[in-house]
């Protein structure tokens, strides 16, 4: 399997690759990423910037950023959604059914306490987020 992996926007005028294996990959059910995705819950994959790269149509990205947290891209021809660029984190979040070639394999899922959408996988349910990233570590039933 290729270590690099190309992704798009929804019409194709946006491109990029992610090189490597993300950081973390998961579900976050948190009002924010519900209401930005149209979803109960988006799927995250977490990346170092340096292995997230647009390699056509940078000039067609446009940037929405809420919080300071979270700065998420879009391509500004299609509306389609691309990653997210969490600078206070280190990482790019990045949509993988936008990269038709890389499994999304989730291991855990983050803001279990604001789903709309229960989810029984077997998978840890965090309150917020693992410690690791700055949560607090506390886990929820499914």
Known sequence: MSDSHAGSCFCGQVKYEVTGQPNAMGYCHCTDCAHWAGAPINAFSLWPPQSVKVTQGADRIGTY?????????????????????????????????????????????????????????????????????????VTLPE
Do not use: W
């Open 65 to 137: 950023a809420k919080t300071p947290g979270s700065q998420r891209k879009f391509c500004s021809q299609c509306g389609g959604h691309i990653f997210t660029d969490h600078p206070q984190m280190g990482v790019v979040d990045v949509y993988l059914n936008t990269v038709p070639t890389f499994r999304h394999q989730g291991a855990l899922h983050v803001f279990y306490s604001e789903k709309t959408l229960s989810v029984k996988d077997g998978l840890p349910k965090y309150q917020d987020m693992p410690k690791e990233f700055g949560g607090s570590g």
